[in-house]
């Protein structure tokens, strides 16, 4: 059966921040302590990380979000050019304070897949997916709590 579109929107990959000097100035603060704690435990993991998570927050916390084409098919999720089929994912849930829709797969490793839902309307994405997955509450995960507690 060839696949059908039943909905589609275009919304950025994420909710971008504008970052400060002084959030750039807090990371680098935070990974030369960091840094400083590694070299008087004599721990040269502890310096790698403060370097490596340094530069990788400083680099991402700058990357612009891309734009994004999301569609709801009848065999499917497509992010872009991905499909993410019914039959590999469990459930979803919408956060709507967060404009969010979150897909379960059954991926161990990263098993939320997160979807901004923009100006969307919830209750007519969330009856589409009722057709092909369960809804299962999720809690907001704690890295996405910490990320935007940090600025991200």
Known sequence: MPH???????ALEY???????SWSISIIIFAI????IGIWKYDITI??????GG??????????PKNIIFTIRN???QINNKLYEYKNLQSFWIFEEHNEL??????????LIHINLNNEDKKHIKD??????PIKEENYPIYDIFARFIGY
Not at 47 to 52: D, F, V
Not at 55 to 64: A, D, E, N, Q
Request: hydrophobic share 55%.
């Open 15 to 21: 909710n971008h921040s504008k970052k400060s000097a």
């Open 128 to 133: 589409l997916l009722l057709k092909f997955l």
């Open 102 to 111: 979150v897909l379960h797969s059954q991926k161990k490793l990263i098993p």
């Open 75 to 77: 065999d499917g999720i």
């Open 55 to 64: 530069f990788t927050v400083l680099r991402f916390g700058r990357k612009k």
């Open 4 to 10: 059908k579109i039943l909905h589609q929107w275009r």
């Open 47 to 52: 310096i790698a990380l403060a370097i490596l």
């Open 33 to 36: 302590l960091f840094f400083i």
